[in-house]
């Protein structure tokens, strides 16, 4: 099966600047994660969706960060304005089971 | 709240020696725990994971991991090591299969010639 999607792949911006993550996940998975990796740590998570209702934005910042997932399909994670602390890479997971799920390539995000 | 502790930040192995990556975890209840790949520039590769029954998990590649409840560890083990499993290896912990993960902060593992 098609793996979990993700572009850019690269992105270099300003500070001050916004910038968008796009995500689709594996066909008929109806959970979709979004974890932020900063450098030298381990994933944390960000939001997490179940078909288009979000289930923990706990840990979002949500002064500058939006996500959505219209249509309980693709994803989208937006970062406006953009902090130089939120330089990491950010990576998309999709679940369609009980047994754990399957993660991106990611889109690393450097902000100068 | 759950946490994952993973002691070893680098940890440097001969090739074809033996590996053991050390993880331990703090969750209130039976914990689902997970293993994770991660190369340069790469999403993240499941290699095993814990559910429940055996507490001795059988993976991808060669690895293993042992569910000790006892001590809350799930350490990774590999009997011999080859230069193409040099990468970052992350403990992951959830309540169920398809929760959110809390994962460890990550063990770098080097292999030498």
């Known amino acids: 099966e098609a793996g979990v999607a993700q572009s850019p792949r690269y992105k270099i911006i300003e500070k001050r600047q916004s910038v968008a993550f796009w995500c689709n996940p594996i066909s008929g998975h109806a959970t979709l994660y979004w974890y932020q990796q900063i450098l030298g740590q381990g994933p944390k998570l960000l939001i997490q969706?179940?078909?288009?209702?979000?289930?923990?934005d706990s840990q979002l910042p949500k002064d500058r960060f939006s996500a959505e997932r219209l249509k309980g399909v693709d994803s989208t994670l937006k970062i406006q304005p953009a902090k130089l602390e939120d330089s990491a890479v950010y990576l998309c997971?999709?679940?369609?089971?009980?047994?754990?799920?399957?993660f991106g390539s990611g889109t690393r995000l450097t902000v100068v | 709240a759950q946490s994952v502790t993973q002691p070893d930040i680098h940890i440097t192995v001969s090739e074809g020696a033996s590996l053991e990556l050390r993880c331990n975890y703090s969750y209130g209840a039976t914990p689902y725990l997970f293993w994770y790949v991660q190369s340069p520039g790469q999403g993240l590769q499941l290699l095993l994971k814990y559910f429940s029954g055996d507490t001795l998990v059988q993976g991808i590649k060669g690895f293993e991991a042992e569910f000790k409840r006892s001590q809350s560890s799930f350490n990774l083990r590999k009997p011999s090591v080859h230069w193409s499993d040099a990468a970052e290896y992350f403990c992951?912990?959830?309540?169920?299969?398809?929760?959110?993960?809390?994962f460890g902060k990550g063990t770098m593992l080097l292999v030498s010639p």
């Open positions: 992951a912990v959830g309540r169920s299969g398809y929760s959110t993960l809390t």
């Open positions: 997971a999709s679940s369609g089971d009980r047994h754990g799920y399957t």
């Open positions: 969706f179940q078909n288009n209702g979000v289930v923990d």
